[in-house]
């Protein structure tokens, strides 16, 4: 199989042998068979799930980013001491090497494939481009996430063979091409007519919902623009929007797991299947709900003795004490989620609030988001919770930021990444950084994570241009959009 190698795995190539740079280096001659499309599209799918879920303290940080978990013993990355595991490495190799190599592989293989004799050549052809639709949306959700991880990264030589050390291109620059990108994709859409009949876990080959994913991630860029580049924040928040995008459960971007190994879900591994107990919820987020009386603390954390009870921030804490991961969450065959109409709903309530023309009114979106919200976890009592003076979007607190950000928060519980992102771009809730956390934070709640240290010894001299470019290679340095 064709493996897309990146500057992450620049280090096992140094132990195997020499870095080449000829064209097909990275064709393996004696190769046995050809992977089919559809299994590449499945590995790519689960290895993006798991790596946006996985609370596992190697690689997956941002539900200690959010401050909404809390370690039982093992308390660096909670500190942000995340060099001890190197967490930015993995995250990095898994997008780059397992997401997006894989999806590489797969248009490769889609490439390759032969029109059956019973099918017209229209048909094939516009199954095809659906094929290569899916995969490149997904390549350009990952490189998203990348953009919101790092700041800078390798984007335009990422992909291209013989190209083992990439430069990095300007995060602003890669947001636009992003967007480019992604108008000429749902353009290439044929909703009409099939992809896969087998491989796609998320949306089983349907096209329509597919667009309406690739319009979500339209306005999930446009809204992360709003204060870096208001125009074009604007133009594609309003586009995505009129063309449709996810607003309603039924449409979720949803990875479904199995009961059985190795297809259970991440959460699992780490919260049931290790036989650790390393995580409680914290009393940041537990106290919040409890304030509002919150009926979905039930499906978010376990009673202790007979209260909701969270675990402090960035210290060490005795699992027994404390409330925990609900069964819920925990259960073997959890689903993951890459968008969902909570998610969608609250970048359309911050856009109505910012002036942008989406069809609603702020207020409106969001009720809707936090209807989403109880719906998804299956929760009753949403009615009577909109009315809570502390929860009502015209007698809640502060400003459509501080109103929004409160609520986004607690709804994405289960989404740290992204969770961690709207908290970067709002600004609430105000979280604060433990007293003993790493001096590398400079003393506040990481804005980015630093670059991978293989990049740093292998990649030195795009590394060392991307950080100075960025301002220097550090934790407090914020994204490029995060201008407030």
């Known amino acids: ?34 992977v089919p499309s559809q299994t590449l599209l499945t590995n790519a799918e689960k290895a993006l799930a798991d790596q946006m879920t996985t609370p596992s303290v190697n690689s997956g940080p941002f539900r200690y980013l959010s401050q909404t978990w809390a370690a039982t ?59 290569t ?43 636009s091409s992003l967007i480019t990108k992604l108008d000429a994709t749902i353009a290439s859409i044929d909703a009409s007519t099939s992809s896969f009949s087998s491989g796609d876990v998320i949306y089983s080959g349907n096209m329509a919902k597919w667009k309406l994913f690739a319009n979500s991630l339209k306005v999930k860029i446009g809204i992360n623009l709003v204060d870096a580049n208001p125009a074009l924040a604007k133009s ?45 919820p914290t009393s940041n987020i537990i106290d919040a709900m409890n304030t509002l009386a919150d009926p979905r603390r039930d499906a978010y954390f376990t009673l202790y003795n007979g209260v909701y009870k969270g675990g402090v921030y960035g210290t060490a804490n005795a699992y027994a004490n404390f409330s925990h991961i609900s069964a819920k969450i925990a259960a073997a065959d959890f689903p993951a989620l890459l968008f969902e109409a909570t998610e969608v709903n609250f970048y359309l309530a911050e856009a109505a609030a ?18 989403a919200s109880f719906e998804n976890w299956g929760v009753a009592g949403v009615d009577a919770y909109l009315l809570t003076p502390g929860v009502a979007y015209a007698t809640a607190p502060g400003t459509f930021k501080e109103k929004i950000g409160r609520q986004a928060w607690i709804g994405l519980f289960n989404r740290g990444f992204e969770s961690w992102t709207t908290y ?5 809730p105000v979280l604060v950084a433990p007293a003993t956390a790493s001096a590398a934070a400079d003393g506040v709640v990481p804005k980015r994570l630093t670059y991978p240290i293989n990049e740093q010894t292998v990649n030195n001299a795009n590394w060392t241009a ?19």
Not at 14 to 19: D, E, I, K, L, S
Not at 73 to 89: A, C, G, L, M, P
């Open 133 to 175: 639709a899916i995969a490149d949306i997904l390549q350009l959700y990952t490189f998203q996430v990348l953009v919101d991880t790092f700041g800078n990264i390798p984007y335009t030589e990422a992909v291209t063979t013989g190209i083992v050390l990439p430069k990095y291109d300007d995060a602003a620059t890669v947001y």
């Open 354 to 371: 910012r002036g942008l023309s989406v069809g609603g009114t702020a207020e409106t979106y969001y009720n809707n988001a936090i209807r």
């Open 466 to 484: 991307a950080s100075t470019a960025i301002g220097g290679d550090k934790l407090a340095n914020k994204i490029f959009w995060d201008k407030l």
């Open 73 to 131: 013993q093992y308390t660096d990355e909670s500190r942000y001491f995340f060099i001890t595991r190197k967490v930015s490495d993995v995250h990095w190799r898994v997008l780059y090497a397992s997401v997006i190599g894989n999806l590489q592989s797969t248009k490769d293989a889609i490439a390759k494939e032969v029109k059956p004799s019973s099918q017209s050549q229209a048909d094939f052809d516009r199954i095809q481009k659906n094929k």
């Open 236 to 280: 594609t928040i309003e586009s995505a929007y009129t063309a449709g995008v996810i607003t309603t459960n039924a449409n979720n971007a949803s990875f479904k797991y199995t009961t059985a190994a190795p297809n259970y879900s991440t959460l699992y591994a780490n919260l049931v299947a290790s036989g650790r107990n390393d995580f409680v």
């Open 424 to 428: 970067r771009r709002l600004d609430y």
């Open 1 to 34: 199989m064709k493996k897309i190698i990146f500057s992450v795995a620049i280090l096992s190539l140094f132990m195997t042998g020499c870095v080449n740079d000829e064209a097909d280096f990275n064709d393996n001659k004696d190769k046995p068979y050809d």
